[in-house]
């Protein structure tokens, strides 16, 4: 290491003899928590199932989920590579990058948050952990790569030049190799998310991106134009790949290849990427997953995407060799890291295949034991890309417009049809094939000619599974990622199942069937997320037919205020003032 810095035994980082710390942190309480958490952990791998089940807000799931993962894990990183992370926080990225076997140095300016980023990769003999400022950093080598996740936004509060942004992506050039990529992820200022009502993610406050308050004591964010003309200015040339919901947590990445292919619809994509506002849950101005329909059909996704990542280099070709052929990712979220999936599209030469491979290949299991069989869990080879529009998209459009139940119940029919003409009648009651586990809405296309085409047949069961089950499932997922529609909000989700049932299959669901799907639904799900749920199917069932991820439509938050104005006047203290109100308004008049 550079002898300016000396080793801290105690702490596990290289720090100067003098030196002046970041004013940045979580707060002393949570990164007391996170130090502990990650002492007392004998897994502190990217994969710790430890470290997962010590999350308990959005600051532990920041710095302790492996989604965070997702962002980088297209890159083409050798064991023989080098990596400056500048920014490095508390190692969430540290330690996937170190896993690589490259040789990593991750740069921190809190001591604290230095030290948790040591403990985390205390087991990697090729990580070293500097703490010092980015722009007081004094350092010989040159890199591979330069990563800014999550810091480029940061800038004006720790470098003093005339622009800061510009000045941070020079000093991140100035670590750089001949052939080396820069790195570089952050929020969108124009996302979507944003002008639908979620909170800046710095300070907190609807609309304060969008509305262009950021001043020189705060952090900042750019549009994509924007962006662009600081990387021109430090003399980058630049690739920009689009995460989703945002690179946070991402569960898609888009490339701009993806944005222009004629065969590639990269909206059914999203029909499930929800953002999140992490200061808290937003009413939603409205349903984003059928926005972007438009937003993409204009060409507009690259100045709304939520967030950025962007490759950087002074040479184009290096670019290149990361994205190579593929033009879109998308991740399982939430399963165990047995069943953890990358799902990569790729383009040959008129063709676009699709290939499934674990994130984690030393953790796979192909089936697990439940009590009623075996639970097979498939990665097939390549298959081809199918032409059509996603059957879901159909329930959406139609809830969108407000519709009634009877237009949800011709939507139905053809689905429900299809899975009727493969029951199997037996002693047990009406089975279906066992691969037909997952023979849900999402996962069909409505061909160029009309019919409905299977696809994504992940999972299969040894033995036949109920009809009830597939079919109360298959409504109850396709509902909660669907706008709300007046007429069924008013209704749980039995009581649309129950309607829609009746009318296309002409029988009555009883409340064994029930029963049956949410047993059947409960144990799968504990199989595949390694853990039971906090909510029952049951609950799902007996909730509110409204979407998951779309938000209160305005008649239901006017609803909701009444409610609330009624209560208010029924209350003892509203009554006993009433007199008091009618002076004041004596008065007034």
Same mark, same amino acid.
């Given at each position: 290491?550079?002898?300016?810095?000396?080793?801290?035994?105690?702490?596990?980082?290289?720090?100067?003899?003098?030196?002046?710390?970041?004013?940045?942190?979580?707060? @002393?309480?949570?990164?007391?928590?996170?130090?502990?958490?990650?002492?007392?952990?004998?897994?502190?791998?990217?994969?710790?199932?430890?470290?997962?089940?010590?999350?308990?807000?959005?600051?532990?799931?920041?710095?302790?989920? &492996?989604?965070?993962?997702?962002?980088?894990?297209?890159?083409?990183?050798?064991?023989?590579?080098?990596?400056?992370?500048?920014?490095?926080?508390?190692?969430?990225?540290?330690?996937? #990058?170190?896993?690589?076997?490259?040789?990593?140095?991750?740069?921190?300016?809190?001591?604290?948050?230095?030290?948790?980023?040591?403990?985390?990769?205390?087991?990697?003999?090729?990580?070293?952990?500097?703490?010092?400022?980015?722009?007081?950093?004094?350092?010989?080598?040159?890199?591979?790569?330069?990563?800014?996740?999550?810091?480029?936004?940061?800038?004006?509060?720790?470098?003093?030049?005339?622009?800061?942004?510009?000045?941070?992506?020079?000093?991140?050039?100035?670590?750089?190799?001949?052939?080396?990529?820069?790195?570089?992820?952050?929020?969108?200022?124009?996302?979507?998310?944003?002008?639908?009502?979620?909170?800046?993610?710095?300070?907190?406050?609807?609309?304060?991106?969008?509305?262009?308050?950021?001043?020189?004591?705060?952090?900042?964010?750019?549009?994509?134009?924007? #962006?662009?003309?600081?990387?021109?200015?430090?003399?980058?040339?630049?690739?920009?790949?689009?995460?989703?919901? @945002?690179?946070?947590?991402?569960?898609?990445?888009?490339?701009?290849?993806? #944005?222009?292919?004629?065969?590639?619809?990269?909206?059914?994509?999203?029909?499930?990427?929800?953002?999140?506002?992490?200061?808290?849950?937003?009413?939603?101005?409205?349903?984003?997953?059928?926005?972007?329909?438009?937003?993409?059909?204009?060409?507009?996704?690259? @100045?709304?995407?939520?967030?950025?990542?962007?490759?950087?280099?002074?040479?184009?070709?290096?670019?290149?060799?990361?994205?190579?052929?593929?033009?879109?990712?998308?991740?399982?979220?939430?399963?165990?890291?047995?069943?953890?999936?990358?799902?990569?599209?790729?383009?040959?030469?008129?063709?676009?295949?699709?290939?499934?491979?674990?994130?984690?290949?030393?953790?796979?299991?192909?089936?697990?034991?439940?009590?009623?069989?075996?639970?097979?869990?498939?990665?097939? /080879?390549?298959?081809?890309?199918?032409?059509?529009?996603?059957?879901?998209?159909?329930?959406?459009?139609?809830?969108?417009?407000?519709?009634?139940? /009877?237009?949800?119940?011709?939507?139905?029919? @053809?689905?429900?049809?299809?899975?009727?003409?493969?029951?199997?009648?037996?002693?047990?009651?009406?089975?279906?094939?066992?691969?037909?586990?997952?023979?849900? &809405?999402?996962?069909?296309?409505?061909?160029?000619?009309?019919?409905?085409?299977?696809?994504?047949?992940?999972?299969?069961?040894?033995? &036949?599974?109920?009809?009830?089950?597939?079919?109360?499932?298959?409504?109850?997922?396709?509902?909660?990622?669907?706008?709300?529609?007046?007429?069924?909000?008013?209704?749980?989700?039995?009581?649309?199942?129950?309607?829609?049932?009746? /009318?296309?299959?002409?029988?009555?669901?009883?409340?064994?069937?029930?029963?049956?799907?949410?047993?059947?639904?409960?144990?799968?799900?504990?199989?595949?997320?390694?853990?039971?749920?906090?909510?029952?199917?049951?609950?799902?069932?007996?909730?509110?037919?409204?979407?998951?991820?779309?938000?209160?439509?305005?008649?239901?938050?006017?609803?909701?205020?009444?409610?609330?104005?009624?209560?208010?006047?029924?209350?003892?203290?509203?009554?006993?003032?009433? &007199?008091?109100?009618?002076?004041?308004?004596?008065?007034?008049?």
């Amino acid at each position: 290491m550079n002898p300016h810095y000396i080793f801290d035994k105690e702490r596990r980082i290289w720090i100067k003899p003098i030196l002046a710390p970041i004013a940045y942190n979580d707060g @002393d309480e949570f990164e007391e928590y996170l130090a502990q958490v990650i002492r007392d952990a004998s897994d502190v791998s990217s994969s710790s199932s430890e470290l997962l089940s010590a999350i308990r807000d959005w600051p532990s799931e920041y710095h302790l989920s &492996p989604v965070r993962h997702n962002l980088l894990s297209f890159c083409r990183i050798r064991a023989n590579q080098s990596i400056l992370e500048l920014g490095c926080g508390c190692g969430a990225i540290t330690r996937f #990058l170190g896993e690589t076997g490259a040789q990593v140095v991750g740069v921190e300016g809190s001591p604290r948050r230095a030290s948790i980023a040591a403990e985390r990769c205390r087991d990697l003999s090729n990580v070293r952990i500097l703490c010092d400022n980015i722009t007081n950093l004094e350092l010989q080598e040159k890199f591979d790569f330069v990563t800014l996740v999550g810091v480029l936004e940061y800038a004006r509060l720790f470098v003093e030049a005339e622009d800061p942004i510009v000045r941070c992506l020079q000093i991140a050039k100035s670590f750089l190799n001949e052939n080396g990529v820069l790195i570089l992820a952050m929020e969108n200022q124009l996302g979507l998310k944003y002008f639908s009502g979620a909170t800046e993610d710095h300070v907190g406050i609807p609309y304060f991106g969008v509305h262009d308050l950021y001043t020189q004591q705060t952090a900042v964010t750019f549009g994509k134009k924007e #962006l662009k003309d600081k990387l021109d200015a430090a003399e980058f040339v630049a690739e920009f790949i689009y995460p989703f919901p @945002d690179y946070k947590l991402p569960s898609v990445l888009l490339t701009s290849k993806s #944005l222009v292919h004629d065969r590639f619809r990269p909206c059914d994509l999203l029909h499930r990427a929800a953002s999140r506002d992490y200061a808290g849950e937003y009413p939603r101005a409205f349903h984003e997953q059928l926005a972007w329909r438009a937003i993409v059909r204009n060409g507009m996704l690259p @100045d709304m995407a939520n967030s950025f990542l962007v490759l950087a280099s002074t040479n184009k070709n290096r670019l290149e060799e990361h994205t190579g052929d593929w033009i879109a990712r998308t991740f399982t979220l939430g399963r165990s890291h047995s069943f953890s999936i990358e799902t990569i599209f790729t383009t040959s030469e008129r063709k676009i295949l699709v290939t499934k491979n674990p994130l984690r290949p030393s953790l796979v299991r192909d089936s697990i034991e439940m009590k009623n069989g075996k639970l097979f869990h498939e990665i097939v /080879d390549a298959a081809e890309y199918v032409e059509g529009d996603l059957y879901i998209v159909e329930l959406q459009l139609l809830l969108g417009r407000d519709c009634e139940l /009877d237009a949800v119940k011709q939507w139905a029919a @053809d689905w429900i049809y299809l899975l009727s003409n493969n029951v199997i009648s037996s002693a047990q009651g009406e089975l279906l094939p066992g691969d037909f586990l997952d023979a849900t &809405p999402e996962n069909y296309i409505r061909s160029v000619t009309g019919e409905l085409v299977r696809i994504d047949k992940e999972w299969r069961f040894s033995n &036949p599974i109920p009809f009830v089950w597939v079919l109360i499932r298959g409504l109850v997922n396709a509902i909660s990622v669907s706008p709300t529609s007046s007429s069924l909000a008013k209704l749980s989700q039995k009581q649309v199942i129950d309607r829609v049932v009746a /009318d296309v299959c002409k029988r009555d669901l009883t409340e064994q069937d029930y029963l049956i799907a949410a047993d059947w639904e409960d144990t799968l799900r504990a199989s595949i997320f390694g853990e039971p749920c906090q909510y029952s199917f049951n609950d799902s069932l007996n909730a509110p037919a409204v979407s998951g991820i779309s938000g209160p439509t305005f008649a239901m938050i006017i609803e909701k205020h009444e409610k609330e104005v009624a209560r208010i006047k029924s209350t003892p203290s509203w009554r006993i003032t009433a &007199p008091l109100r009618a002076l004041v308004n004596y008065l007034k008049r």
